[in-house]
């Protein structure tokens, strides 16, 4: 019996070893994964910033082309 309970032991022993492990794994995993989605927020932010920008500026663009075109079809009359 005595020996039964020692082989038990040592099983629950190896099972908790590997139990350890996964938890270790699986925590590494969520830190990356958090870690992941908010680097990923800051990227969409950044290129919304960016995309607002780029709008910003064809509309300038825009303008001065007819600010330009403006002056010089003014200049032909």
């Given amino acids: 019996?005595?020996?039964d309970m020692k082989k038990i032991l040592?099983?629950?022993s190896e099972q908790q070893k590997t139990l350890s492990k996964l938890e270790i794994s699986?925590?590494?995993?969520?830190?990356a994964s958090l870690s992941f989605?908010?680097?990923q927020q800051t990227?969409?932010?950044?290129?919304k910033d960016g995309m607002v920008g780029?709008?910003?500026?064809?509309?300038?663009?825009?303008?001065s082309i007819q600010q330009i075109t403006s002056f010089i079809?003014?200049?032909k009359n």
Wanted: no cysteine; net charge positive.
């Fill in 54 to 63: 780029l709008k910003d500026g064809i509309k300038d663009l825009f303008f």
């Fill in 43 to 47: 990227v969409n932010k950044s290129m």
């Fill in 1 to 3: 019996m005595d020996r």
């Fill in 26 to 31: 699986m925590k590494m995993l969520s830190e």
């Fill in 10 to 12: 040592e099983v629950l």
């Fill in 37 to 39: 989605a908010t680097n």
């Fill in 73 to 75: 079809t003014r200049g």
